[in-house]
């Protein structure tokens, strides 16, 4: 056992990513991409880089779900919905143009993969058979054909690649049971390996059998401690995460949003923990940031600060910081 966070550099791929959550009214352009991208000074001046990977992430398109957390408030996509998960990708002037438009060195890109509802029972033709997900056979070759339209279209795009380098897919259930998806993630992640790309996934803490992703396939995990500053997690949580992660050669999550569920400086003690002096996931481990109902803009443009302590944060540059009631 090896006691230390998964590292980039033992696939090639950078540590820091940052998810771009896709479809309904999330559209990247150049303008909303360049913050996270380049640190801003608040006179539009770039000082410096800041993140080189990107997880285009489809929560839904139109009213049907992409993700599987969002199945009971939409309809079960089909092939259609499928096909415009890719086409949404391919717009020209948002998402991966508008990143490629942005960019001024080679950034990683990875692409969430549809999920199969099993409610799906009608999801279309593929290969001259309708689908229906109750089948894994089904649900398989659902996301073959998927996947194979998508890096045809990748193929057919090479002014992308000279700054685009596309490392694979994200599975994107946080847990996996062993009755409903625990042999079709296998099996599809052989299919992603022999398609030379890599696999990502990003658990829960605590989520069944997150230990074992590596059994699973996977080539990148990375748990989410659920500590959002409000809510029934505490900051500990964020330590025996650390820990967790450490044991099972993980990566690490930071949550970044506003709400209900997060509090003022819950974003302080994730840069906190991850020093040296605590946790020390700051050097050398992959950190996905992920952003609910917000973004590193919106951060930019209303919380200059927090946008500053992200960069730091992310330079691995960052100092200790103090806010009123703070105990550690």
């Keep these: 056992m090896s006691y230390k966070y998964l590292s980039g550099h033992e696939l090639g791929i950078e540590d820091q990513i940052v998810v771009l959550p896709c479809g309904g009214q999330e559209v990247w352009t150049e303008l909303l991409l360049k913050p996270a991208l380049e640190f801003t000074l608040p006179n539009g001046s770039h000082f410096d880089r800041m993140f080189r990977s990107f997880i285009f992430m489809c929560v839904a398109i139109g009213t049907a779900s992409m993700h599987p957390l969002a199945h009971p408030f939409g309809e079960a996509a089909g092939k259609d919905t499928w096909k415009n998960w890719i086409e949404e990708l391919y717009t020209p002037g948002r998402n991966l143009e508008a990143l490629w438009n942005a960019s001024s060195d080679p950034v990683d890109v990875w692409v969430s993969l549809p999920y199969p509802h099993r409610g799906q029972l009608h999801f279309g033709d593929v290969n001259g058979k309708t689908l229906n997900f109750a089948d894994d056979g089904d649900r398989l070759e659902a996301l073959k054909w998927w996947m194979d339209a998508f890096l045809q279209r990748w193929e057919q795009s090479p002014q992308l690649h000279n700054k685009l380098i596309f490392r694979g897919f994200v599975w994107l259930r946080e847990v996996i049971l062993p009755e409903e998806d625990a042999q079709l993630v296998t099996r599809v992640n ?75 400086t819950h974003l302080i003690d994730y840069f906190n923990l991850g020093l040296p002096e605590y946790c020390g996931y700051i050097m050398d481990a992959v950190i996905v940031y992920r952003f609910t109902d917000y973004s590193i803009h919106i951060m930019y443009k209303e919380d200059f600060e927090s946008y500053r302590r992200l960069y730091t944060f992310v330079r691995g540059i960052y100092r200790k910081t103090y806010y009123t009631g703070m105990d550690y």
């Design 190 to 264: 052989e299919e992603i390996h022999a398609r030379n790309r890599l696999t990502l996934w990003l658990p829960n803490y605590g989520s069944h059998a997150f230990w074992e992703w590596r059994q699973f396939g996977f080539d990148v995990a990375a748990v989410n401690a659920n500590y959002y500053g409000k809510g029934p997690y505490a900051r500990e949580w964020v330590e025996w995460t650390s820990m967790g992660a450490r044991t099972y050669n993980m990566g690490m999550q930071i949550p970044c949003g506003r709400g209900l569920l997060y509090g003022d």
